[in-house]
């Protein structure tokens, strides 16, 4: 009876043991809908290169300067100055700060050998992704100064009520058709992103350069919704492909400021990020959106309201959130250009400085905030709430450790089981010698 007790807890060890191991590896193991990549991966990958990577990158000279109209007004509805906590204006670039080469250029395309006829064959609204303003209303902010966090601007919710309603396919994900699914994924994605920096980086402590964080609003905004957390990685996912797909323009462009030592710096960079495996890996195949003709109009229809959308952020008025929401816009706004434009002529025609330090930021804002959701539900990941991380040199970060495989806890259960005959077999001596 004894040994049989010891054979039962063996069993039911490995059971436990086992459906645990299925459990606990589950999401981390699943492949996100709509790409071709594990959960798990992303995770690794953005904690052992990509996070590191970029934000040495973007803390590069040239990285720094985004040009903007700051002071755009908003088409839609009448919006006033609401920010709650301070930390919301944002000074503009002196003449002497933005690197010298740039105001002498003619132009900031990348493709500075396209004709110009040709580029303003093409450059009308109805052509473009997005709607950066007019040249002579833009001026340059240093980003490095102004690291995304809480300004307690209590607009932000008006906005995005109006870029789901006016401007994202109603009805569910289930009903949705693949092209509608993926552009809703990717505004979702983005409003994720945003609303995480809002919290990990809540409130400045006074008389240093650290933030605390707020754990309440994560949990009740994201902890709790799979869904927003998902389209995070998806998004990061999609920035990457388009990152991949102007690899050889990347890794050909001369990324100067006026310090060729610091230009050959950033181009390193840049080729080591493209070389990284989950840039190389196929992770979302673009090919298979509007591959019918018949969607051609709704291509059309994806790019008007994403168009709108770029609008609609002219209504933020507060001026950080604003440099921001545009920034992420237009970094978003790039991929989704490279992406699905299918005119590469037109993307390679129309590419700017602008949009390339918009895409590299925007992809590593994502990829902060894949950090931060490891940082609030796994408290041992980050114990620091610097600002510093935001745009760290370091290019070290501890990863999370890697959950427990399927394997790895069927050799647990193994053990346990084992452990548990011998304690059975330890106490009462050998069954057979008990009997007599």
Same mark, same amino acid.
């Given at each position: 009876m004894i040994y049989k007790r010891g054979i039962y807890a063996f069993f039911t060890f490995f059971i436990v043991a086992l459906l645990f191991s299925l459990v606990t590896c589950e999401s981390q193991n699943e492949i996100l809908d709509d790409c071709c990549c594990e959960v798990n991966k992303v995770l690794t990958a953005n904690a052992k290169e990509l996070n590191p990577l970029l934000n040495v990158l973007v803390k590069k000279r040239f990285f720094n300067y985004f040009k903007l109209d700051l002071f755009s007004k908003c088409p839609f509805w009448a919006a006033d100055f609401l920010c709650g906590v301070g930390g919301c204006a944002i000074c503009e670039c002196n003449d002497d700060e933005v690197p010298t080469l740039w105001k002498q250029e003619k132009t900031d395309l990348v493709n500075v050998s396209v004709p110009e006829n040709f580029v303003s064959w093409k450059d009308s609204d109805e052509d473009m992704w997005i709607i950066q303003g007019k040249d002579e209303d833009m001026s340059y902010v240093n980003l490095a100064m102004y690291p995304e966090a809480n300004t307690g601007y209590l607009d932000g919710r008006h906005v995005w009520e109006s870029i789901y309603k006016e401007n994202c396919f109603r009805?569910?994900?289930?009903?949705?058709? &693949?092209?509608? =699914?993926? %552009?809703?994924?990717?505004?979702?994605?983005?409003?994720?992103?945003?609303?995480?920096?809002?919290?990990?980086?809540?409130? *400045?402590? *006074?008389?240093?350069?650290?933030?605390?964080?707020? !754990? /309440?609003?994560?949990?009740?905004k994201i902890q709790p919704f799979e869904e927003r957390k998902t389209d995070l990685y998806f998004t990061f996912l999609f920035l990457l492909r388009a990152v991949n797909k102007l690899g050889p323009v990347l890794e050909n462009y001369h990324y100067s400021t006026g310090n060729p030592a610091e230009a050959a710096e950033v181009s390193s960079l840049?080729? *080591?990020?493209?070389? /990284?495996?989950?840039?190389?890996?196929?992770?979302?195949?673009?090919?298979?959106?509007?591959?019918? !003709?018949?969607?051609?109009? &709704?291509? $059309?229809?994806?790019?008007?309201?994403? =168009?709108?959308?770029s609008l609609i952020m002219n209504c933020v008025t507060c001026e950080k959130c604003k440099v921001y929401a545009k920034l992420q816009t237009l970094g978003l706004g790039t991929a989704l250009k490279v992406l699905l434009e299918p005119d590469t002529n037109f993307v390679l025609a129309t590419l700017q400085r602008?949009?390339?330090?918009? &895409?590299?930021? /925007?992809? =590593? $804002?994502? #990829?902060? #905030?894949?950090?931060?959701?490891?940082? %609030?539900?796994? !408290?041992?990941?980050? #114990?620091?709430?610097?600002?510093e991380e935001l745009v760290s040199t370091k290019p070290e970060i501890t990863p999370k450790k890697p959950e427990p495989s399927t394997s790895f806890s069927f050799i647990a259960a193994l053990v346990i089981g084992f452990v548990a005959v011998f304690m059975c077999y330890g106490r009462t001596g050998n069954p057979k010698e008990k009997k007599n």
């Open positions: 009805g569910s994900l289930d009903d949705m058709c &693949l092209e509608e =699914r993926v %552009f809703f994924r990717l505004i979702s994605g983005l409003h994720t992103s945003i609303n995480i920096h809002v919290a990990r980086y809540w409130e *400045k402590i *006074k008389g240093t350069q650290e933030w605390d964080s707020n !754990p /309440t609003l994560y949990k009740e840049v080729k *080591k990020l493209l070389a /990284t495996d989950l840039t190389c890996a196929p992770n979302f195949d673009e090919s298979i959106l509007f591959s019918d !003709p018949e969607k051609e109009s &709704l291509r $059309q229809q994806v790019k008007t309201n994403f =168009r709108n959308i602008n949009e390339i330090i918009a &895409l590299i930021n /925007t992809l =590593r $804002q994502l #990829s902060n #905030s894949i950090e931060a959701v490891e940082y %609030f539900e796994n !408290p041992q990941y980050l #114990s620091s709430t610097k600002i």
